[in-house]
């Protein structure tokens, strides 16, 4: 089972290059989120999309876009990176019924530094 | 907006004693969950609370979601090395799509 797949693992940015980070779940997931860890911190969310065709902001989404054409993909698109994007990147991916959440499966992680 | 609150930060114990983690949350929580996640490694789901004073139980750990809603703990009985990780509280208000998480805390257990 494949689960959450996330592309590329490691990835080193010039600052003002742009990239696009992969996720991709084989789970039927309703949901899909991203989210940045910064060293000793928790998971701030990004963007979340709660269904194909749908996006909404998270908490820290400025310098970030998104799009969910399909049910089973969510990328996230830096378009200048810069420092201050150096990160873990996690995408993960949920069921949603009756307004409650269920778990969320993770993918491995993007480690992105911007130099 | 919602903050969810979990301490302590760090905790480094002996192999054999006991470790408790605490989350608050600044809302009413429809839904807690616990995830833990390994050095270098991702966020894995450990249970999910619903419930007002509800207390689940796997193995060694025990969770506890708070009557009011808005608190969770997490105790480990006799910890041991494969405990070692980042354990982290995820809140959900009612009506929200997403989950608030805190910063986690930091079990160091030594052999």
């Known amino acids: 089972n494949a689960g959450v797949t996330q592309t590329p693992k490691f990835r080193i940015l010039k600052i003002g290059q742009s990239m696009t980070l992969q996720c991709t779940q084989d789970?039927?997931?309703?949901?899909m989120y991203w989210y940045r860890q910064d060293p000793g911190m928790g998971l701030k969310l990004i963007y979340y999309s709660v269904g194909a065709g749908i996006t909404d902001k998270g908490e820290v989404p400025n310098g970030y876009n998104v799009s969910r054409s399909t049910t089973e993909d969510f990328p996230l698109r830096l378009e200048l990176a810069a420092p201050s994007q150096t990160s873990v990147y996690f995408c993960?991916?949920?069921?949603?019924?009756?307004?409650?959440?269920?778990?969320?499966?993770f993918g491995d992680g993007t480690r992105l530094s911007i130099l | 907006g919602q903050q969810v609150m979990q301490i302590p930060q760090y905790q480094h114990v002996q192999e054999g004693e006991d470790f408790t983690t605490y989350c608050n949350s600044s809302?009413?929580?429809?839904?807690i969950q616990w995830y833990k996640q390994r050095p270098g490694g991702h966020p894995v789901f450990l249970i999910q609370?619903?419930?007002?004073?509800e207390v689940k139980k796997q193995k060694r750990l025990t969770f506890q979601f708070g009557e009011a809603k808005k608190n969770s703990s997490l105790h480990i009985t006799a910890t041991q090395t494969t405990d070692v990780g980042t354990y982290f509280c995820a809140g959900q208000d009612s009506g929200y799509s997403t989950l608030t998480f805190g910063k986690g805390t930091m079990l160091l257990v030594s052999p």
């Open positions: 609370l619903v419930k007002s004073g």
């Open positions: 993960a991916s949920s069921y949603s019924g009756q307004g409650l959440l269920q778990p969320q499966h």
């Open positions: 809302t009413t929580l429809s839904n």
């Open positions: 789970m039927n997931h309703n949901y």
